[in-house]
């Protein structure tokens, strides 16, 4: 009888084990692995608007996401929000007005540290519409940087990302899932995703595969024809599936390494140059 | 029958030519009149150019504006509206003759929307006597007279119109409540308590602002205010003088005020007396015992009366009349009994308090003054945010800290008035948090802020990228068949870049390009219009790359080196002036090409002008090259630097700015005030 029911408490207790185990799913590892290096980017820009001499200037703050890209601090941002360059290419010759987009500062906040660190501008890359932004100084504070994979994404693979929620929810991440619709080879080699993820995603978003592996980041591309179909362009960017003003994309790591390695170079050389 | 016939005829041609006559007469007296009108006044009358400081975003900005203003006497006294001269740095009074004078302001009385302004001599200049307008009655005014309005519309110097009186005696009122509607000016000033407008339609327009409202014998009866759709509005002369004897005599302009609101009677069925609606909690009135629903009959044993809404401003001006301090007696009627109160007549306030910039924690805040308390439920003895400054200190607050916000003390140190406020905030000037109680509405909050200065503001780095200076179309197969050449391929070149290495080069327009180091270009479609901007890119700046091009026929290789792309060119050091905001940098090879300049081009780019700052008020825009400062020339940013420490140091009045703009050459004159520098800094 003894023997028998230690048996049964034996059996008992593996089972137990084995359901605690099998809690925590892929899905789960992949955000604890990935989460850590999304943080969240404070910018402060100045836009002066001129025309005919006179100008106006606001000065504005944005909150954006970053992805930690190294140990000491370069970090992947939208540069959508900041980069003067970018937001030329958006407008299109105007000879009515100027605009003119300064970045004034950005200061990096990780999840679950009430703390903000200052950060500098490294690089832009107004094509892609992104940009790198590296912490002036990150004290004692150890952080997680993303690994990235030369794989190539194929059409109908389902890639990973975590994004997180705002402050009032202390920034808690969840996992979203974004398949492959297709691929573009002109104006260059970029992967087209599921039309969700290109409504919602900024700029600078890194993709993953579920083994949190860095597979590509998600750019911009002018279709500048559209835009110089003037209004029906504008229109359809907002509504229509015709192609639009400017769409998300998602470029290859093998097709973004070199702008990485020139904006590290950056880094290396100085922080302004 | 045709004698009676003919006498008829005859009689009626009489009067014909008698009605042509009288209206020829008429219209000559009229424009004699108004000539004489006009020669009167138009000596006197001056176009004012404001320099004012705002606060805004947080900070203390600049702006420039205009209006007009008239000369009322001898030594340079100008009447102009306050919402022309409030908050000014800097007046200029323009005279119709040209001569330009700085101007102070020696009163600004918003409740009227009245500022006087006196113009000052220069240095050393001989006195003189100013061409002066004189002020009429404006009570004398009726409904269908001929007035003129005289001003700077649109900014044009020196303009008249032509209207009549529409009505002497405007207020604006709810038509449902039978409130006086106030006007609010852009500071939020409240204007109209007092005020019964001149409504005329003499075309009046921006800039016509605190010019004159003239009658035909040259006397001016208003202050034009407010216009539009065809409508003027001008504060009557009336007003004006008593504003002005009190400046001139007193040197500030008070007012009595009981504190009560005061209604019209007319839907009581009565026709003496006005209706107490509301009574100011802890004015002089409530301490006395007045009620709303009272019926006030005499203030100061004068009968008061105000059926209509439009005597409402009378009974308000009657009030503002009163001796402050003194206690006076005031019958009332209250449920048909009269009694008699003695009520104390206080000063009338500013509804707004004086405002201010704190720079080093990146906000503006305002005293709150008693009306202000009381209006919007603040508390007494705090000092409200106007405006917090994105990135700076108080932006970082936690918890946040929002404008609207009122400060009650830094630390343990009260801030009841702006003077504690910047005391208590320099005594915490070296601590890394600063403790700061706020109430919002009828919450009192702690928070913290973190008292660290914002950093410098990033450069623009754009990632350098291979580039070869030409512009290029795709040979389709559409262009191909049309050139009979089915199999052409590549990319034809439609401009040439100048100063580019492929313009050094030897490339022109009309070659076609159809390989690159050796690989063919399979370009023939509208898109691949980018491949070979692609290819370019891939290579590395500095190295020469090989295009095989078509030209007539022949195969030829050009070797062209490599160049940055002209974003990444622009990455250029730029270099701030603080003092008068506006940054520069070096001209780069870009730059020439992208504006067709000649080679040896040099200068400085002004890259950014401050909005208000003294840079933009001087003239200088963002985009000018500048080629001189004070007749030294500038080549490039170490020229600059040299020269502005020079002007640093000696002051001068004005810097003299030679600047290239769309490929003319002009000048801006930058006059600083240096003590507003000064303290600013």
Known sequence: ?273 | MWRNLLIALLIVGMFVPVSAQSRGRLEDALRRDMGQARDKVFPALVNILVVSRYFDGGRAQYSIAGGSGVIVSADGVVLTNYHVAEDAVRLFCTLSSGERYEARVLFNDPLTDLSVLQIRLPENAPPRKFPFAALGDSDALNTGDYVLSMGNPLLLSSSVTLGIVSNPRRVFVNPISSEIEEAEFERGDRSGMLTRWIQHDALILPGNSGGPLVNLKGEVVGINQLGGAGLGFAIPSRIAKRVLEQVLTQKKVERGWLGFKALPVDKLKRTTGVLVGSVLPESSAEQAGLKPGDIVLSIDRKPVQARFVEEIPLVYQMVADLPIGKTVPVEIEREGKHETLQIRVDLLEPFYGEEDEFRSLGFTAREITPAMARARRLPRNAVQITGIRPGYPMDSAEPKINAGDAILQIGDKPTRNLKELAEAIEAYRTQELIPITVQRKEEILISAVRNKPPSDPSPSVEIPRAWLGVRTQVITRQVAESLTQPDLKGFRITEVLPYTEASKSGLQVGDIIVALNGELLEASRVQDARDLERKIEQLTIGENATLTILRGGERVEVAVKMEPSPASAESTQVVRQREFEFAVRDITPIDRMRNRWKEDQQGVIVTEVTNGGWAQLGGLRAGDVILALNEQSIQQTSDFQRVMEEVLAKQPPVLVVFVMRERETTFAFIEPDWKEIKNTN
Request: glycine share 8%; charged share 25%.
């Open chain 1, 1 to 273: 009888m003894k023997i028998w029911l230690t048996a049964l408490n034996a059996f008992c207790l593996i089972g137990f084990l084995g359901a605690q185990a099998s809690t925590t799913t892929p899905q789960q590892q992949f955000i604890e692995k990935v989460a850590p290096s999304i943080v969240s980017v404070e910018v402060v820009v100045r836009v002066e608007i001129s025309a005919e001499g006179e100008s106006d200037t606001q000065e504005q703050k944005q909150f954006i996401t970053g992805t930690v890209l190294t140990a000491d601090g370069v970090i992947l941002v939208p540069a959508t929000s900041f980069s003067d360059e970018w937001f030329k290419q958006f407008l299109g010759d105007q000879e009515e007005f100027q605009v003119k987009i300064t970045p004034q500062s950005f200061k990096v906040s990780f999840a679950g540290d009430t703390k903000q660190y200052d950060a500098e501008l490294l690089a832009t890359d107004s094509q892609l519409g992104i940009g790198f932004i590296k912490i002036k100084e990150l004290g004692e504070r150890t952080i997680t940087h993303v690994r990235f994979t030369d794989t190539l994404p194929r059409i109908g693979e389902e890639l990973w990302t975590v994004r997180r929620k705002g402050k009032a929810f202390d920034n808690a991440p969840y996992l979203e899932r974004v398949p492959v619709a297709g691929a573009i080879t002109k104006p260059r080699k970029a992967l087209i995703l599921e039309s969700v993820a290109t409504v919602l995603y900024e700029p600078g978003t890194l993709l993953y595969t579920p083994e949190g592996e860095a597979i590509g980041v998600l750019i911009m591309i002018f279709d500048k024809d559209a835009r110089e179909e003037g209004f029906g362009g504008f229109f359809r960017f907002f509504g229509g599936r015709t192609p639009s003003v400017m769409e998300s994309y998602l470029l290859p790591y093998a097709e973004f390494k070199p702008t990485l390695e020139k904006a590290l170079e950056r880094k290396q050389g100085g922080t302004t140059q």
